[in-house]
């Protein structure tokens, strides 16, 4: 894993674009070398996006409105263990500088508590550049 990552390490942030359906959701990400999320289901990563950056009804996931079909995504921090309600999208594009756009398959783990990531939308895991 640490030689998958030593490259790569050197990103600080970059772009995505989700596509739900006809939606198309831009991020800006902080790239986190730590993020060894999974689904526990299909063991995809996880990328973190916090409620605020997602438009209405993906900022909400827990209510009764959301389009698609709910994963429970349990994580454990330092701090204890909690869980992000999660999704799968129909695709997600990394934007690459000087690369180009690369396609990924992960889930997306929405965060309703934290706003911001050091003025990033999320966080992406640095596996998945």
Same mark, same amino acid.
């Given at each position: 894993?640490?030689?998958?990552?030593? %490259?790569?390490?050197?990103?600080?942030?970059?772009?995505?674009? /989700?596509?739900?359906?006809?939606?198309? /959701?831009?991020?800006?990400?902080?790239?986190?070398?730590? %993020?060894? @999320?999974?689904?526990?289901?299909?063991?995809?990563? @996880?990328?973190?996006?916090?409620?605020?950056?997602?438009?209405?009804?993906?900022?909400?996931?827990?209510?009764? @409105?959301?389009?698609?079909?709910?994963?429970?995504?349990?994580?454990?921090?330092?701090?204890?263990? %909690?869980?992000?309600?999660?999704?799968?999208?129909?695709?997600?594009?990394?934007?690459?500088?000087?690369?180009?756009?690369?396609?990924?398959?992960?889930? /997306?783990? /929405?965060?309703?508590? %934290?706003?911001?990531?050091?003025?990033?939308?999320?966080?992406?895991? @640095?596996?998945?550049?």
């Amino acid at each position: 894993y640490g030689l998958i990552c030593k %490259n790569k390490i050197h990103t600080v942030s970059t772009d995505v674009k /989700i596509y739900v359906g006809e939606e198309k /959701i831009s991020a800006r990400l902080l790239c986190d070398s730590g %993020n060894l @999320v999974t689904e526990p289901f299909s063991s995809l990563p @996880v990328i973190v996006l916090s409620a605020s950056c997602l438009p209405y009804p993906y900022d909400m996931p827990e209510s009764d @409105v959301f389009p698609l079909p709910i994963r429970i995504i349990p994580f454990s921090t330092g701090a204890g263990k %909690n869980c992000f309600f999660g999704f799968r999208p129909d695709k997600i594009e990394i934007i690459r500088p000087a690369k180009g756009p690369k396609r990924v398959d992960a889930f /997306i783990g /929405i965060d309703t508590e %934290n706003r911001s990531y050091s003025g990033y939308d999320g966080l992406v895991p @640095v596996s998945i550049l």
